[in-house]
Structures are given as structure tokens and as C-alpha cells.
């Protein structure tokens, strides 16, 4: 048997600092080419819990649902369930990719071993600029909650200062605070991963209750019916109600990604083949639920449609306004244990990311940001650049009044990039009878892996074309998303403009580093081929 080694990696080993790892786990990813150096420490509701909290429908929905109001009105719930089939179908397609390849930096992975290293270097690039202003976003969530909480987290400008995300003061209040939940999400995700996979558990336990009281509750306090859905009242546009709709699909693109985090631990992930594809669709379908029914509910619950507050300060507003000091404070909490867990699950993926690719020398610094701590068993480096890249993305933005809408689109367009870049090939490789190989897989339990089967092609021609949609739908250049100021051209196509530049950089490194070879060898789309 032959196997596809990793550039310039030594062979697979069992690794001393891989204690939680049976042989069968061990085996199976030196089948892939790498060594036992992450621990396993995750078991089935971890990895559930590591795709539902970077989903995290509480920190997402509560941070952006004004957005969605703002564009399209009570009729932007409807944003909601295409923007779930639509992931839905991608998630289905990355399930079967996780049962075949369960290994760190999925998305990385899984592109160059469908499409060859280059094309999956630069898909593997851009998946992690992405993550970076992710955890960055996930991070100043905490601006749409604590001052909501207490009026003493409101830093800059005092208590009577605007806390809302869109003013001066909330903007650059937000920054303050997303650096010190990054200084602590930074703090765990160098710790030991059984810790970061606990204190993500935990966070997901409480998100569930707290969603669940507020679906709930919100219902139990209507205002109006559900049919409010059918009207766009609230919302504020000028022409057609289509561009606005449109527009307001932000809100549910930006919550509805990040599942392939399960993906990312795989290898610290127990039965990785039988556990990982499971946990990435029910994290779809949990979120897309539990972020349906909340968002409903806050419509049919809040005091006003029209006044303004809704668009402005979002489910925040509703909570306090409805249930008091006491209770709409006790529920904030639980949102703020969701902003935490999500900015905790987004850096840990972007950490594995960088591992996985600098394993392969595929990044600057490689040797350095591969380690892994032989008393942590984690990639120490690599999660510290991720926590320092995202607070520098901070700090350049600071006193941006668009800081929430313009890094929100323009990270979540760099995924759906990312992710366009393995279901992509991974159609070609249907469409040309490549993945026939793969037809006789089977889990740690012996029984078959999961697979789309007769309805891979179908499903995936959809996922592809829903993706290649949203992605025009985010970059679009509008105004109220990436420039509030109106007239600043640059700020207006800034998504396009820093894609082409990190692009462009990413480009120039890797003809630098590669140049006098072709660069990676292609992977096979089998894990292992008989000599």
C-alpha cells in the first residue's frame, strides 16, 4: 500500500501526546497521511456543540436580526428558510466529505484532495481571513447584550451614551469589548481541548435553554399573529421590495455557517467517521429551527414595528421591554454565555485551520505555527495568531459606525467562498464518476459512512448554485451595508476590494514560496491506493 504523504512531512507515528487516542483513530489518520499529535477529547455532544455554538443562533440572531428588520420588514422571516435549504444541502455534502477525510482544516483539506494543493492552498487561504474577522464579528457581539444587561459595560461615553452598534460610541464601545472577550476566548483555546470542548458544552446547554424560554415566552406575550410574516411592515427602502428582501438575506446568511467546525475537530473527535457527519447536519437543522421560530416570535412579541427600535437595537430591545428589569436581564445572560461559546468554537476552528495547513508548509512561520503543545495538546501559536489577527481587525476599524453589517457580509462572503471551493470540485468529481472510489467506505462501527448517494449530484448542482448566489448577494455594494456614510466609493466596494487584495497577496506568497517546483502535489481522492 502506498499513501499520500503531506509536503515534507515525516511518516505517521503514534505520537506520546496522543493519549485519548485508540489505534484504530491512530491508523486511520495516518491513513490520511498525519501523525496522532491533536487528543482526542471530544466526544458526540462536543462535536455537535463545536457547529450549533459557532452557528450560534442566540449571539447571531440577536446581533443581526436588525439588520434583517432594517432591510425587509416582518417579511424578512422568509429570508430565513431559503437561506436554511440552501446551507442545508451544503452541510449534507460536507457530511459525506467528513466521513471520507476526518481530519483538521476540513475545508482546506477537502479542496485540495478533490480539486489538487494549489486550488485547495488558495480555498484553505481564504477560509482563514475568513475565520479571522469571524471570530472578530463573534467577538463585539457582546456590544448588542452587555449594555443591555448593565448600563456599566457601555465604556465609552458613559451610561447615557448610545449603545446601539450603528452610533460612534456603541461602535467603538463594541471593540472595546469584543478585545476582552478575545483576550479570554484566546486564554481557553490554548488550554487543554477536553477544556475548550467543556466550556463549549456548556455554552450550547445553556443557548438551548435560553432560546427555548425565549420561544416561549415571546409567544406566550403576542403583540399581533404570526401572520404578520406577509407584510413588510417596519421596513425602510426606496424602490423595489425585492432588492430590499434581498439585502435583509444578510441576516440569515451571517447566522446560518460555521457547521463545518465539527469538521474541524476531527481529529480530536472520538469515531470521527461515524460521529463528525451526524453532528454537522443535526447542527443545521437544531439552528435552523430554534433561529426560525426566535426570530417569529420576536416579531409577533415586540411592542412596535414602526417606531424604529426594533431595526436599531433588535431582540435586545424586545426582551428588556417585555419582561422587565429582572427577567429580560436573566435572559441576556444566557445570550451573553452564547457570545462566549461562539467566539470560543469560531477560534478554535480558525486555530485548526492554520495548524492544518502549516502542517502541510503551507503558511509562513510553518515549523512554528504546526506545534503542538506536548503538555496541552493543542497548536498554541496558531490560535494566538488567530486571536491577535482578529483584534487587529478590530482596531483597524474602530469608530467605523458600519463595523457590525460591512465585517459581518465581508466574512461571511470569504466562507461562502471557501465553501464554494469544495462543493465545487467536489460536483466536477461526481459529474466524472471520481468519487466511485469512495463507495465502500465504513465507519469505527463497521457499518457504511454516510453518503448522499443517487441524490449527490442533484443535491450538490443546488448547493453550488445557492452558494454562487449568495456570494453576488453579499458582495453587492450597498450603501447601508458597507458605507453608512454614503460617499465614500471605496468603502462601498470595500468586500470586493480586500477579497482581490488578500487574493492577490496570497497569490504572491505562495508563487514566492513555491517557485522552482510545481508547489503541493495533488492529492488523490482516495485516502489510501494500492501500489
Not at 392 to 414: D, E, K, R, W
Request: glycine fraction near 10%; proline fraction near 4%; aromatic fraction near 10%.
Amino acid at each position: 500500500m502506498t499513501q499520500q504523504q503531506p509536503l515534507n512531512m515525516p511518516p505517521p507515528a503514534p505520537s506520546s501526546g496522543a493519549t485519548l487516542a485508540t489505534s484504530e483513530e491512530m491508523d486511520g489518520l495516518a491513513a490520511l497521511g498525519y501523525r496522532q499529535e491533536l487528543r482526542r477529547g471530544v466526544g458526540t455532544f462536543s462535536s455537535f456543540a463545536a457547529g450549533f455554538s459557532f452557528v450560534s443562533i442566540l449571539t447571531t440572531v440577536f446581533q443581526l436580526f436588525g439588520l434583517g428588520f432594517g432591510f425587509g420588514g416582518a417579511a424578512f422571516f422568509w429570508t430565513w428558510p431559503v437561506v436554511f435549504a440552501g446551507q442545508l444541502l451544503v452541510a449534507l455534502n460536507f457530511a459525506q466529505l467528513a466521513a471520507w477525510w476526518p481530519v483538521s482544516g476540513a475545508v482546506f483539506q477537502w479542496s485540495s484532495r478533490l480539486a489538487g494543493r494549489v486550488f485547495g492552498w488558495f480555498t484553505g487561504w481564504t477560509m482563514i481571513i475568513g475565520q479571522i474577522l469571524t471570530v472578530a464579528v463573534a467577538a463585539v457581539a457582546v456590544q448588542a447584550v452587555l449594555p443591555s444587561i448593565w448600563a456599566g459595560f457601555q465604556i465609552v461615553g458613559g451610561s447615557h451614551a448610545d449603545p446601539a452598534p450603528t452610533s460612534t460610541t456603541g461602535a467603538e464601545n463594541a471593540v472595546l469589548l469584543g478585545c476582552a472577550m478575545l483576550a479570554v476566548t484566546t486564554v481557553v483555546t490554548v488550554l487543554r481541548v477536553r477544556i475548550t470542548a467543556i466550556a463549549t458544552s456548556v455554552g450550547v446547554a445553556v443557548e438551548i435553554v435560553g432560546v427555548t424560554a425565549l420561544i416561549v415566552l415571546l409567544f406566550f406575550l403576542p403583540k399581533r399573529s404570526a401572520t404578520v410574516v406577509f407584510h413588510h411592515t417596519g421596513a425602510t427602502f426606496s424602490g423595489s421590495y425585492v432588492f430590499a428582501w434581498l439585502a435583509s438575506a444578510l441576516m440569515a446568511a451571517y447566522v446560518l455557517v460555521g457547521f463545518d467546525a465539527a469538521g474541524e475537530l476531527s481529529e480530536e473527535t472520538h469515531a470521527p467517521r461515524r460521529t463528525t457527519p451526524t453532528t454537522i447536519v443535526r447542527a443545521v437543522l437544531v439552528s435552523g429551527l430554534g433561529g426560525g421560530l426566535l426570530i417569529l416570535a420576536g416579531l409577533v412579541a415586540a411592542p412596535s414595528l414602526t417606531d424604529g427600535n426594533l431595526a436599531s437595537q433588535g431582540l435586545a430591545w424586545v426582551v428588556g421591554e417585555r419582561f422587565g428589569s429582572v427577567l429580560g436581564r436573566l435572559l441576556l445572560c444566557t445570550v451573553a454565555v452564547a457570545v462566549f461559546a461562539c467566539t470560543l468554537a469560531c477560534q478554535t476552528a480558525g486555530s485548526r485551520m492554520v495548524f492544518s495547513m502549516a502542517r502541510d508548509q503551507a503558511l509562513p512561520f510553518s515549523k512554528t505555527l504546526s506545534r503542538v503543545s506536548a503538555r496541552t495538546g493543542t497548536p498554541i501559536v496558531a490560535s494566538l495568531v488567530v486571536g491577535v489577527g482578529a483584534v487587529a481587525a478590530l482596531l483597524v476599524n474602530i469608530g467605523q459606525t458600519a463595523l457590525f453589517t460591512a465585517l459581518s457580509s465581508l466574512c461571511i462572503a470569504m466562507l461562502y467562498l471557501a465553501y464554494l471551493g469544495v462543493t465545487g470540485p467536489l460536483l466536477y468529481r461526481r459529474l466524472t464518476g471520481g468519487t466511485a472510489a469512495r463507495a465502500g467506505d465504513v465507519a469505527e462501527d463497521g457499518k457504511p459512512v454516510f453518503t448522499l448517494g443517487r441524490w449527490g449530484i442533484p443535491l450538490n448542482a443546488v448547493a453550488v448554485g445557492y452558494q454562487a448566489l449568495m456570494i453576488v448577494n453579499l458582495l453587492w455594494p450597498r450603501t447601508a451595508v458597507y458605507d453608512t456614510t454614503g460617499h465614500t466609493w471605496w468603502l462601498r466596494w470595500s468586500a470586493v476590494l480586500f477579497i482581490a487584495a488578500t487574493t492577490a497577496v496570497g497569490g504572491l506568497y505562495y508563487a514566492f514560496s513555491h517557485r522552482g517546483h510545481r508547489g503541493f502535489a495533488a492529492a488523490p481522492l482516495a485516502a489510501a491506493e494500492a501500489a
